[in-house]
């Protein structure tokens, strides 16, 4: 059974920092791109960040540029997302998702493995 895990959200106060991490079971996560993307409530869904299995980061959503960065540990098989100069806005629930075309995919509910979420509080 495949599982695709988020951890590392939390409550931080704004300017501060988080590193999320992503890691899966089941599967040889090495071999599939992978996107974090977050929602807010009574807001869209949004696209954050994709990695491609080389490691080379393809896109940064405009509201985090800049602020985030993404990265794989092929050794650990997991997926990190570093964030920093939090915002309040950046307050949402993080998800993470795998799929081999993953960094073309747009709609998370298209990936083929995501995982429940971590949720990130950021205090003003």
């Known amino acids: 059974q495949v599982q695709v895990v988020e951890s590392g959200g939390g409550l931080v106060q704004a300017g501060g920092s988080l590193r999320l991490s992503c890691t899966a079971s089941?599967?040889?996560?090495?071999?599939?791109?992978v996107a974090w993307y977050r929602q807010a409530p009574g807001k869209e869904r949004e696209k954050l960040s994709c990695i491609r299995r080389s490691g080379r980061s393809t896109y940064y959503a405009d509201s985090v540029k800049g602020r985030f960065s993404i990265s794989r540990d092929i050794t650990e098989s997991a997926v990190y997302l570093q964030m920093n100069s939090l915002k309040f806005e950046d307050t949402a629930m993080y998800y993470c998702?795998?799929?081999?075309?993953?960094?073309?995919?747009?709609?998370?509910?298209?990936?083929?493995?995501r995982g429940q979420g971590t949720q990130v509080t950021v205090s003003s």
């Open positions: 998702a795998a799929d081999v075309y993953g960094c073309s995919v747009s709609n998370l509910g298209r990936f083929a493995y």
């Open positions: 089941g599967l040889t996560f090495n071999r599939y791109e």
